[in-house]
């Protein structure tokens, strides 16, 4: 069974295991979820600046960088 993205439709992955009714058909290919946490990164930087602000802004970029990190060492 394919992984198909649900953003951009392409096919990310192929699932090898079927079971009967756990597996997901869909998710989000790692190009997606990196613009995602851009756009997120950038949306939390406007808001003003409270103390959850800034923890979800640090933990976002964080996560952000991981994700950069696993697309340059060529991750899923």
Known sequence: MDMICIQCKKVFSIVTTI???????????INCFIDYLVRRVNYLKLKEQTPSTTKSLIRNKKKLTLMLIKRQEGGV
């Open 19 to 29: 079971q009967e009714n756990g597996n997901a058909s869909g998710g989000i290919c």
